[in-house]
């Protein structure tokens, strides 16, 4: 079955860095687009960055260009999420979610892991 594990989450400092990664397994990885997606305290789920199959086309929400990079290793079976200059409205908890089709599918992702938390504070 699909299986999404993420990692790499914790408390950082306002201007740090963390980077987050997500073993994936259950599926043809090279196959399929991922996405980022975060949930903060009592708000929605947000969309933060898809990349395609391939991992050649990266996509970011406003609120994080400029300061995350997303990266998919198919020889691996592994996303990643770098981010740099960290605020503390980026605090949330970090899911990895598998796309339907060989795009980012956003929110719409079929399978979704269990995330990992991120805090941003001094």
């Known amino acids: 079955q699909v299986q999404l594990v993420e990692s790499g989450g914790g408390l950082v400092q306002p201007g740090g860095s963390l980077r987050l990664s997500c073993a994936a397994s259950?599926?043809?990885?090279?196959?399929?687009?991922l996405d980022w997606l975060r949930q903060a305290p009592g708000k929605g789920l947000e969309w933060v960055s898809g990349?395609?199959?391939?991992?050649?086309?990266?996509s970011y929400a406003d609120s994080v260009k400029g300061r995350f990079t997303i990266s998919k290793d198919n020889a691996k079976n592994t996303l990643y999420l770098q981010m740099n200059s960290l605020k503390p409205e980026d605090s949330a908890v970090y899911y990895c979610?598998?796309?339907?089709?060989?795009?980012?599918?956003?929110?719409?992702?079929?399978?979704r892991g269990q995330g990992t938390q991120v805090i941003v504070s001094s």
């Open positions: 259950g599926f043809r990885f090279s196959n399929y687009g």
């Open positions: 979610a598998k796309s339907p089709r060989a795009i980012p599918w956003g929110l719409r992702d079929d399978y």
């Open positions: 990349i395609t199959n391939g991992g050649v086309v990266p």
